[in-house]
């Protein structure tokens, strides 16, 4: 597609639930990145992938989250056992390559209650 | 609500005026310094993007900025709309991974 798609828009899980987000990235993009927002604020980076493997890990809290982009599938981000802190706005973002213009999605708001 | 305790920082221009927008960057290593422009409950969209080598780049009613004495970024916007109301941020890009910075609220009076 010509957008980066996010789904689902909104989420609502119970503490301790399993969250699971899916983004599917502009056709022919082969980096995909997950951001997290917390109240309008800073953007803290998660993960990147290139293409199917992962580029940089380094944000990802990884006792709880984990993500994957497999080829001819969304991409996904899951987040076991939620927190209350893990409440959020996640986006995703995909780009040509390693080019600074990175397309964002609409967001999936996750509300832990 | 979800802005509850959250200030940004907020320029109120009128319709027509030119705004300025500031930016503090970190990374000596960054190799493209990108500005963002989020209205509300979407994505951050690319608005215009330069690269550590340069000083200036103009768009399209924008110009950017960079400063790398201070390490310091700018956004000036001429002739301000009321589409331009939104939050803005600046990002730079190390390791092919961005790095935001904080949100700067434009509000537009008409």
């Known amino acids: 597609g010509e957008e980066v798609a996010q789904t689902p828009k909104h989420l609502v899980r119970g503490e301790g639930q399993k969250a699971k987000l899916y983004c599917a990235p502009i056709k022919g993009h082969s980096y995909v990145f997950w951001y997290q927002q917390v109240l309008k604020n800073e953007f803290k980076f998660l993960i990147s992938?290139?293409?199917?493997?992962?580029?940089?890990e380094t944000g990802m809290p990884k006792e709880r989250f984990s993500a994957k982009c497999l080829p001819n599938s969304p991409c996904s981000l899951e987040i076991q056992a939620t927190k209350l802190e893990d409440s959020a706005v996640y986006f995703c973002a995909s780009s040509l390559g390693q080019i600074p213009e990175a397309f964002f999605g609409q967001g999936t708001r996750l509300t832990v209650v | 609500g979800e802005s509850v305790g959250l200030h940004l920082p907020t320029l109120s221009v009128q319709e027509g005026d030119n705004s300025i927008i500031n930016c503090a960057y970190s990374n000596s290593a960054s190799d493209y310094f990108i500005w963002y422009k989020q209205e509300s409950g979407k994505g951050p969209q690319f608005i215009i993007d330069i690269r550590s080598n340069m000083d200036k780049r103009q768009g399209q009613r924008v110009t950017v900025l960079l400063n790398k004495t201070v390490k310091h970024l700018s956004l000036q916007i001429a002739a301000t709309q009321p589409g331009d109301s939104a939050v803005y941020f600046c990002a730079e890009r190390g390791n092919n991974r961005l790095a935001f910075g904080k949100g700067n609220q434009v509000v537009v009076i008409p």
């Open positions: 992938f290139q293409n199917e493997n992962v580029f940089d």
